[in-house]
């Protein structure tokens, strides 16, 4: 944001025994998470002890995660599981973050749904198993899936479906995503009067996320981004898909969020033609007229799963304006970028597209301070108060 504003922006060690049932991806790697995706559960009893799990002899299993002795969340549950067919776990809590040095424990479970019987409670089908991922890597290598099986219950073994990450550091409390260049707001040549804009801006600074750090040929080729100097080739095509403009004599520019949406549709399916063999990305959306306790718990949960996300601010907050904007003349909306967050400290980790240098990026919440205008912080009201609409990009 330079000027005043008219519409948009203007301006542990395992005791299990671990097998690899896929390739190596890289084994020289040092990753700071690992996303589990799902549990298939390959190997199960129907009871223990002599004694059925459920009266109709098939159990209902789910997982049960924990960090430490804290309960993390649960996966979906599969009904009816039978021996020759694998339950696979997902949903609810996965995918499921994991940073590097910390043990987590997995747990299956049948859940029991039988009614009207008040004592009965879910049985423990596994023991809680230790998941550590530095000691999966210092074992067997970075691979794709793990074959755990159960140290207690030799009945017991599942697969662990994951996807290491780096550039991110994750829990259930506080997420931080690494790489994401800052990016400000350049004059659109050849006359050099208008902005580049703040909507085209944001689009771009994670677009380049998805393509330095996650290999997807999102950016325009003519810019060889390699996270580094301004893409201004990328913000040029963008702007025109976005139908961005400037309004009047205003040397801001424009971008309606539903443009902006479509506009980030268009590159994201280039994208998945050009990136073969790659889970396809695709973009979403929660408006400004849903509750905030909804879109705060969808920002944090793409956040936790490592990816950015554009934040359409309907009122300036005061973690950013100071030195940068004279607070009585903004008067419209702005895109800002969300790398992270803690609960700890009740903040936001955010890029409003302020400043830029050519080897500046998304680096740690620490680099987060008010006297720094490529990455700010703000508190959960503020961000709150602003009542923002979500996009972003996601596979």
Request: proline share 5%.
């Amino acid at each position: 944001m330079k000027k005043v504003v008219q519409f948009f922006c203007v301006l542990v060690i395992l005791p299990i025994t671990i097998k690899a049932n896929e390739n190596k991806v890289a084994t020289d790697n040092v990753y700071e998470g690992m996303l589990i995706k799902s549990i298939h559960v390959t190997k199960f009893p129907y009871g223990r002890n002599g004694k059925d799990f459920d009266k109709d002899k098939y159990p209902d299993l789910y997982a049960r995660l924990f960090e430490g002795t804290k309960k993390m969340g649960k996966s979906n549950v599969v009904k009816n599981c039978r021996k020759g067919r694998i339950p696979i776990l997902a949903g609810g809590k996965m995918p499921f973050r994991m940073e590097r040095n910390k043990t987590y424990y997995i747990q299956i479970l049948d859940h029991d749904s039988d009614k009207g019987v008040g004592s009965n409670r879910d049985e423990e089908v596994s023991s809680r198993i230790p998941i550590k991922l530095s000691t999966l890597i210092s074992r067997q290598g970075t691979k794709k899936s793990y074959l755990i099986q159960d140290p207690r219950y030799k009945d017991v073994a599942f697969i662990i479906m994951v996807e290491h990450v780096d550039g991110l550091t994750a829990s259930g409390n506080k997420a931080y995503i690494k790489h994401v260049k800052s990016i400000d707001q350049k004059y659109v040549p050849p006359k050099n009067k208008v902005l580049e804009g703040c909507g085209p801006v944001a689009a771009t600074m994670l677009m380049g996320y998805w393509h330095t750090e996650k290999g997807y040929k999102i950016m325009n080729p003519k810019d060889r981004f390699n996270g580094t100097k301004h893409p201004t080739e990328t913000i040029l095509e963008f702007r025109k898909k976005a139908n961005t403009k400037a309004w009047g004599n205003q040397e801001q520019s424009a971008t309606r969020k539903m443009e902006m949406k479509d506009a980030l549709g268009f590159f994201a399916s280039r994208a998945n033609r050009q990136s073969y063999g790659k889970p396809p990305l695709k973009v979403d959306m929660m408006w400004s007229i849903r509750r905030w306790d909804q879109k705060k718990q969808r920002l944090k949960k793409e956040l936790r799963e490592g990816s950015p996300v554009i934040l359409l601010l309907k009122k300036m907050p005061p973690c950013l304006k100071g030195k940068w904007v004279n607070a009585s003349k903004v008067v419209a909306d702005h895109y800002i970028v969300a790398v992270g967050f803690s609960d700890t400290k009740k903040e936001y980790y955010v890029m409003p597209g302020w400043a830029e240098r050519n080897k500046s990026a998304s680096s740690g919440p620490q680099v987060h301070k008010s006297e720094n205008s490529a990455h700010c912080k703000c508190s959960y009201s503020e961000i709150a108060n602003s009542d923002p609409s979500l996009i972003w990009l996601k596979r």
